[in-house]
C-alpha cells in the first residue's frame, strides 16, 4: 500500500510537492492544510485532494466558497504516515512541536533553521546520511543548485575550494508585494552570504566562499560558480561529469541560442508540465578550464528545483528505497531528463 503524505503549506512548493507524490507509485497525497480558501484551495479540491484546517473554526470560511474541509491538521496527522511542511520561511519552526507530539516522520524546507531537522539534505549528496531519519531539511533553491554541481564535480579530483556569486531573483512571479523593483540589492554586503554555511550543512568538508545579491525578475536564479581542484581538470571530465549526473541539463548556447533565463523558461514552456524545470540548468559554453580550476554558469528555477529532493526525502525517512533506486523512480515520474 502507498505511503500517506500530509502537507501542511499549499504555496509554491507544497503545491508542486504534492502535485509530484501523486505521480509516484509508492505514495500518496493524504490531504493538505490550508488557511485561506484561495485559488490554491480550489486548485486542490479540483485535484480531489481533502483539505484540512488549522483550527476547527477556519471551516466556515471554507465551506462558505463551496470547499469541503475534512478535519482539522491534527486529523491529518493522525492519518498519515509523514508530513511535508512547506509553510513559509520560519513557520515551520511553530509546527516542529506538534509533529513530535505525534511522533510523525516530517521534512522541512530551507527556509528553517538547519537545527530544526535531524539532517539538512541533497539527494545526490548524501541521502544514504538521512536513511531512516525521523526529520529531514531540505535545503534551498540556491543551495540545492548549489550542491548538484559541486557533488556532480566532487569524484573528479579534491576540491580545494569553491566560489559562487548568486544573482537572485526578487520574487517569486504571483508575490505582489516583494521587490526590488528598481535595484540590485546587496544581500548581505558583510560576505560571506549564509548560502555558503547552507551548503556546509549537508557538505560539511567543502571549502567555499558565496556572495549574494537580488535583482527585479522572477524567474530563476543565476550563478557564476568557480571551483578549484588540487590537480589539473580536463574540460571533457567535467562536461562528462555533468552530463553523467542525474538533474542536471546543459543548455548549449551555440546551438540553441540560448543566453539568458527567459529564454531557458520560454523553451520550458514548450515541453515542460507549467514550465518548470527540476534540473539544474549550467550552460555548457561557459565552462572554461584554466589548469586545476573551472567556472561556470548555471541557472536555478527556484519554484521548483526542490521537488524532486522532497520526494526523495520521504523515502529516505522512511526507508522505502536506496539512493539512486529512489533518484530513479522520482526521476522517471517527474520526467526529469539528461
Ligand atoms: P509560499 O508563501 O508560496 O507558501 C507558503 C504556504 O503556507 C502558503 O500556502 C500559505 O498560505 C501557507 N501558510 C502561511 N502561514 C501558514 C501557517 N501558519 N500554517 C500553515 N500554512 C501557512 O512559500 P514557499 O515559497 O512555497 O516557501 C515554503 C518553504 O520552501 C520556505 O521554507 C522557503 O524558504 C522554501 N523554498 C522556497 C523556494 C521558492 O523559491 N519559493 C525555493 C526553495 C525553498
Redo the contacts with the bound molecule.
Keep these: 500500500s502507498k505511503v500517506k503524505v500530509a502537507i501542511?503549506?499549499?504555496?509554491?512548493?507544497?503545491k508542486r510537492v504534492a502535485i509530484a507524490i501523486n505521480k509516484q507509485d509508492d505514495m500518496v497525497v493524504s490531504g493538505i492544510?490550508?488557511?485561506?480558501p484561495d485559488y490554491?484551495a480550489l486548485f486542490a479540491k479540483r485535484m480531489g485532494m481533502n483539505i484540512y484546517t488549522?483550527d476547527k473554526e477556519d471551516a466556515n470560511e471554507f465551506k462558505k466558497k463551496g470547499i469541503e474541509v475534512y478535519g482539522t491538521i491534527e486529523d491529518l496527522i493522525k492519518e498519515s504516515d509523514i508530513i511535508v511542511d512547506?509553510?513559509?520561511?520560519g513557520?515551520?519552526e511553530?509546527y516542529k512541536k506538534l509533529y513530535n507530539k505525534y511522533g510523525i516522520n516530517s521534512i522541512f524546507?530551507?527556509?528553517?533553521e538547519a537545527n530544526i531537522a535531524d539532517i539538512s539534505f541533497n539527494a545526490l549528496c548524501n541521502y544514504d546520511e538521512a536513511y531512516g531519519k525521523k526529520s529531514i531539511r531540505v535545503v534551498?533553491?540556491n543551495t540545492t543548485g548549489l550542491l548538484r554541481s559541486i557533488c556532480a564535480l566532487s569524484n573528479l579530483s579534491k576540491i580545494e575550494k569553491v566560489n559562487a556569486v548568486l544573482i537572485r531573483r526578487g520574487a517569486?512571479p504571483q508575490e505582489i508585494k516583494k521587490g526590488p523593483i528598481n535595484s540590485i540589492v546587496l544581500n548581505p554586503v558583510g560576505l560571506p552570504s549564509h548560502h555558503a554555511l547552507d551548503v556546509k550543512t549537508v557538505i560539511p568538508w567543502i571549502n567555499i566562499s558565496t556572495a549574494a545579491v537580488v535583482v527585479p525578475t522572477t524567474l530563476m536564479h543565476v550563478h557564476h560558480v568557480t571551483i578549484r581542484f588540487s590537480n589539473k581538470v580536463e574540460k571533457n571530465d567535467i562536461l562528462e561529469a555533468l552530463m553523467n549526473s542525474p538533474r542536471i541539463i546543459l543548455v548549449d548556447s551555440a546551438i540553441s541560442g540560448i543566453q539568458s533565463t527567459s529564454q531557458i523558461i520560454d523553451s520550458a514552456r514548450l515541453s515542460k508540465e507549467r514550465g518548470d524545470i527540476n534540473e539544474l540548468v549550467v550552460f555548457k559554453d561557459s565552462i572554461t578550464v584554466d589548469d586545476n580550476e573551472v567556472q561556470f554558469f548555471q541557472a536555478v528555477h527556484?519554484?521548483s528545483i526542490?521537488v524532486p529532493e522532497n520526494i526523495d526525502a520521504i523515502r529516505a525517512s522512511l526507508e522505502l528505497s536506496s539512493k539512486m533506486e529512489s533518484i530513479n523512480k522520482t526521476d522517471k515520474k517527474l520526467g526529469i531528463n539528461k
Excluded: R
Aim: hydrophobic share 25%; aromatic share 4%; net charge negative.
Design positions: 501542511n503549506g499549499f504555496g509554491t512548493i507544497g492544510v490550508k488557511i485561506k490554491n488549522i512547506a509553510t513559509p520561511d513557520v515551520g511553530n524546507q530551507g527556509g528553517e534551498s533553491c517569486d527556484q519554484e526542490v
